[in-house]
T-cell receptor, first 119, second 120 residues
Protein backbone atom coordinates (compact mmCIF):
# COMPACT_ATOMS: atom_id res chain seq x y z
CA UNK A 1 0.00 0.00 0.00
CA UNK A 2 1.05 3.53 -0.69
CA UNK A 3 1.34 6.24 1.94
CA UNK A 4 1.64 9.99 1.52
CA UNK A 5 3.02 12.21 4.28
CA UNK A 6 2.73 15.97 4.56
CA UNK A 7 4.73 16.95 7.61
CA UNK A 8 3.64 20.60 7.77
CA UNK A 9 0.07 20.90 9.07
CA UNK A 10 0.11 24.69 8.72
CA UNK A 11 2.25 27.30 6.99
CA UNK A 12 2.08 30.99 6.33
CA UNK A 13 3.74 33.26 3.81
CA UNK A 14 3.77 36.95 3.09
CA UNK A 15 2.07 38.08 -0.07
CA UNK A 16 4.48 38.12 -3.06
CA UNK A 17 6.94 35.83 -1.29
CA UNK A 18 7.80 32.22 -2.14
CA UNK A 19 6.78 29.19 -0.10
CA UNK A 20 7.55 25.48 -0.39
CA UNK A 21 5.22 22.74 0.81
CA UNK A 22 6.70 19.32 1.54
CA UNK A 23 5.43 15.88 0.61
CA UNK A 24 7.00 12.47 0.90
CA UNK A 25 5.54 9.16 -0.16
CA UNK A 26 6.25 5.49 0.18
CA UNK A 27 5.70 3.01 -2.62
CA UNK A 28 7.26 -0.03 -4.21
CA UNK A 29 5.96 1.01 -7.63
CA UNK A 30 8.33 2.35 -10.24
CA UNK A 31 5.77 4.08 -12.42
CA UNK A 32 3.16 6.39 -10.94
CA UNK A 33 1.71 9.88 -10.90
CA UNK A 34 1.90 12.56 -8.24
CA UNK A 35 -0.49 15.46 -7.84
CA UNK A 36 -1.00 18.59 -5.81
CA UNK A 37 -4.60 19.59 -5.16
CA UNK A 38 -5.79 22.87 -3.67
CA UNK A 39 -8.89 23.13 -1.50
CA UNK A 40 -9.90 26.75 -0.77
CA UNK A 41 -12.54 27.63 1.81
CA UNK A 42 -15.18 27.00 -0.84
CA UNK A 43 -14.32 23.30 -0.39
CA UNK A 44 -13.81 22.68 -4.10
CA UNK A 45 -10.85 20.39 -4.86
CA UNK A 46 -8.77 21.93 -7.64
CA UNK A 47 -5.90 20.22 -9.41
CA UNK A 48 -2.81 22.43 -9.25
CA UNK A 49 -0.07 20.38 -10.88
CA UNK A 50 0.80 16.84 -11.95
CA UNK A 51 4.06 14.92 -12.30
CA UNK A 52 4.66 11.63 -14.07
CA UNK A 53 7.29 9.53 -12.28
CA UNK A 54 9.04 8.57 -15.51
CA UNK A 55 9.73 12.21 -16.32
CA UNK A 56 12.91 13.66 -14.87
CA UNK A 57 11.92 17.23 -15.65
CA UNK A 58 10.01 18.95 -12.89
CA UNK A 59 6.49 20.08 -13.77
CA UNK A 60 5.66 23.78 -13.84
CA UNK A 61 2.34 25.59 -14.07
CA UNK A 62 2.68 29.37 -13.99
CA UNK A 63 3.62 30.30 -10.40
CA UNK A 64 3.52 26.67 -9.25
CA UNK A 65 6.41 24.26 -9.67
CA UNK A 66 7.48 21.00 -8.10
CA UNK A 67 10.76 19.51 -6.97
CA UNK A 68 10.45 15.80 -7.69
CA UNK A 69 13.17 13.64 -6.18
CA UNK A 70 12.28 10.06 -7.13
CA UNK A 71 15.07 8.35 -5.23
CA UNK A 72 14.20 10.24 -2.08
CA UNK A 73 10.46 9.81 -2.73
CA UNK A 74 9.94 13.49 -2.26
CA UNK A 75 7.54 15.78 -4.12
CA UNK A 76 7.50 19.37 -2.87
CA UNK A 77 5.40 22.24 -4.22
CA UNK A 78 6.83 25.72 -4.65
CA UNK A 79 4.50 28.68 -4.95
CA UNK A 80 6.16 31.83 -6.22
CA UNK A 81 4.79 35.37 -5.88
CA UNK A 82 2.17 34.17 -3.40
CA UNK A 83 -1.26 35.75 -3.75
CA UNK A 84 -4.13 36.06 -1.29
CA UNK A 85 -6.11 33.64 -3.45
CA UNK A 86 -3.53 30.95 -2.75
CA UNK A 87 -4.85 30.66 0.81
CA UNK A 88 -6.14 27.09 0.99
CA UNK A 89 -5.50 23.54 2.10
CA UNK A 90 -3.01 21.80 -0.18
CA UNK A 91 -3.07 18.05 -0.62
CA UNK A 92 -0.38 15.89 -2.10
CA UNK A 93 -1.70 12.75 -3.81
CA UNK A 94 -0.30 9.55 -5.34
CA UNK A 95 -1.71 7.35 -8.08
CA UNK A 96 -0.30 4.08 -9.37
CA UNK A 97 0.16 3.94 -13.12
CA UNK A 98 -2.93 2.34 -14.65
CA UNK A 99 -0.83 -0.44 -16.13
CA UNK A 100 0.10 -1.48 -12.60
CA UNK A 101 -3.08 -3.44 -12.19
CA UNK A 102 -5.06 -3.58 -8.96
CA UNK A 103 -5.33 -0.31 -7.12
CA UNK A 104 -4.65 1.81 -10.16
CA UNK A 105 -6.69 4.95 -10.74
CA UNK A 106 -7.04 5.41 -6.98
CA UNK A 107 -5.73 8.58 -5.41
CA UNK A 108 -4.02 8.29 -2.03
CA UNK A 109 -3.97 11.66 -0.29
CA UNK A 110 -1.80 13.16 2.40
CA UNK A 111 -3.40 14.87 5.40
CA UNK A 112 -2.91 18.31 3.87
CA UNK A 113 -1.09 21.55 4.65
CA UNK A 114 -3.08 24.64 5.51
CA UNK A 115 -1.45 27.62 3.78
CA UNK A 116 -2.26 31.17 4.78
CA UNK A 117 -1.09 34.07 2.64
CA UNK A 118 -0.69 37.20 4.75
CA UNK A 119 -1.24 40.64 3.19
CA UNK B 1 -18.32 22.78 -19.95
CA UNK B 2 -20.16 21.77 -16.80
CA UNK B 3 -18.00 20.19 -14.16
CA UNK B 4 -18.96 17.39 -11.82
CA UNK B 5 -22.32 18.14 -10.24
CA UNK B 6 -23.30 16.96 -6.79
CA UNK B 7 -26.53 17.32 -4.88
CA UNK B 8 -27.48 18.28 -2.34
CA UNK B 9 -24.69 20.64 -1.25
CA UNK B 10 -25.74 20.32 2.37
CA UNK B 11 -27.74 17.61 4.09
CA UNK B 12 -28.80 17.51 7.72
CA UNK B 13 -30.59 14.40 8.91
CA UNK B 14 -31.36 12.52 12.06
CA UNK B 15 -29.70 9.32 13.08
CA UNK B 16 -31.41 6.29 11.58
CA UNK B 17 -32.66 8.07 8.49
CA UNK B 18 -31.73 7.10 4.94
CA UNK B 19 -29.48 9.52 3.08
CA UNK B 20 -28.93 9.60 -0.68
CA UNK B 21 -26.17 11.64 -2.26
CA UNK B 22 -26.14 12.22 -6.01
CA UNK B 23 -23.48 12.82 -8.59
CA UNK B 24 -23.39 13.67 -12.27
CA UNK B 25 -19.91 13.16 -13.76
CA UNK B 26 -18.41 15.16 -16.58
CA UNK B 27 -19.91 14.04 -19.87
CA UNK B 28 -17.74 11.43 -21.58
CA UNK B 29 -15.75 10.50 -18.49
CA UNK B 30 -15.60 6.76 -17.88
CA UNK B 31 -14.40 6.66 -14.27
CA UNK B 32 -16.34 7.84 -11.25
CA UNK B 33 -15.04 7.99 -7.68
CA UNK B 34 -16.68 8.59 -4.31
CA UNK B 35 -14.50 10.04 -1.52
CA UNK B 36 -15.19 10.98 2.07
CA UNK B 37 -13.35 13.76 3.88
CA UNK B 38 -13.17 14.05 7.67
CA UNK B 39 -10.83 15.89 9.99
CA UNK B 40 -9.65 12.66 11.56
CA UNK B 41 -9.10 10.51 8.50
CA UNK B 42 -8.60 13.04 5.74
CA UNK B 43 -9.69 12.11 2.21
CA UNK B 44 -10.57 8.47 1.72
CA UNK B 45 -11.67 6.63 -1.40
CA UNK B 46 -14.90 4.76 -0.80
CA UNK B 47 -15.63 3.18 -4.17
CA UNK B 48 -15.00 3.71 -7.85
CA UNK B 49 -16.68 2.72 -11.08
CA UNK B 50 -15.44 2.16 -14.61
CA UNK B 51 -18.04 2.30 -17.37
CA UNK B 52 -20.77 2.10 -14.72
CA UNK B 53 -19.33 -1.08 -13.16
CA UNK B 54 -18.03 -1.01 -9.57
CA UNK B 55 -14.34 -1.88 -9.63
CA UNK B 56 -13.24 -1.51 -6.03
CA UNK B 57 -15.49 -0.98 -3.04
CA UNK B 58 -12.96 -1.93 -0.39
CA UNK B 59 -13.14 1.57 1.05
CA UNK B 60 -16.85 1.38 1.83
CA UNK B 61 -16.91 1.40 5.62
CA UNK B 62 -19.90 -0.78 6.33
CA UNK B 63 -22.87 -2.52 4.81
CA UNK B 64 -24.86 0.59 5.63
CA UNK B 65 -23.15 2.21 2.66
CA UNK B 66 -24.06 1.37 -0.91
CA UNK B 67 -23.36 2.98 -4.27
CA UNK B 68 -24.86 2.57 -7.69
CA UNK B 69 -24.23 3.87 -11.16
CA UNK B 70 -27.26 3.03 -13.30
CA UNK B 71 -25.93 4.93 -16.30
CA UNK B 72 -22.94 6.93 -17.45
CA UNK B 73 -24.35 10.23 -16.24
CA UNK B 74 -25.59 9.44 -12.75
CA UNK B 75 -24.42 7.84 -9.53
CA UNK B 76 -25.76 7.64 -6.00
CA UNK B 77 -24.21 6.97 -2.63
CA UNK B 78 -26.71 5.78 -0.05
CA UNK B 79 -26.36 5.46 3.70
CA UNK B 80 -29.04 3.46 5.49
CA UNK B 81 -29.36 3.84 8.41
CA UNK B 82 -27.24 6.93 8.95
CA UNK B 83 -25.20 7.48 12.13
CA UNK B 84 -23.55 10.59 13.61
CA UNK B 85 -20.08 9.23 12.72
CA UNK B 86 -21.07 9.39 9.05
CA UNK B 87 -20.95 13.19 9.26
CA UNK B 88 -18.39 14.30 6.69
CA UNK B 89 -17.98 15.93 3.31
CA UNK B 90 -18.59 13.48 0.48
CA UNK B 91 -16.94 14.17 -2.86
CA UNK B 92 -17.61 12.71 -6.24
CA UNK B 93 -14.91 12.85 -8.91
CA UNK B 94 -14.68 11.71 -12.49
CA UNK B 95 -11.88 11.07 -14.94
CA UNK B 96 -11.20 9.90 -18.45
CA UNK B 97 -8.77 7.13 -19.14
CA UNK B 98 -6.07 8.73 -21.22
CA UNK B 99 -4.20 7.37 -24.18
CA UNK B 100 -1.85 4.49 -23.56
CA UNK B 101 1.10 6.37 -25.00
CA UNK B 102 3.15 7.92 -22.20
CA UNK B 103 2.91 11.64 -22.19
CA UNK B 104 -0.58 11.69 -23.62
CA UNK B 105 -2.32 10.03 -20.71
CA UNK B 106 -4.18 12.29 -18.33
CA UNK B 107 -5.92 10.27 -15.58
CA UNK B 108 -6.73 13.50 -13.82
CA UNK B 109 -9.65 13.40 -11.46
CA UNK B 110 -12.06 16.33 -11.49
CA UNK B 111 -13.94 16.82 -8.26
CA UNK B 112 -17.43 18.03 -7.58
CA UNK B 113 -18.16 20.69 -4.94
CA UNK B 114 -18.94 18.06 -2.32
CA UNK B 115 -21.93 17.34 -0.08
CA UNK B 116 -21.60 18.28 3.56
CA UNK B 117 -23.54 15.66 5.53
CA UNK B 118 -24.48 16.22 9.15
CA UNK B 119 -26.16 13.41 11.06
CA UNK B 120 -27.58 14.45 14.42
Amino acid sequence: AQTVTQSQPEMSVQEAETVTLSCTYDTSESNYYLFWYKQPPSRQMILVIRQEAYKQQNATENRFSVNFQKAAKSFSLKISDSQLGDTAMYFCAFMKHPASGAGSYQLTFGKGTKLSVIP
Amino acid sequence: DAGVIQSPRHEVTEMGQEVTLRCKPISGHDYLFWYRQTMMRGLELLIYFNNNVPIDDSGMPEDRFSAKMPNASFSTLKIQPSEPRDSAVYFCASSLEGAVTPGLAIYEQYFGPGTRLTVT
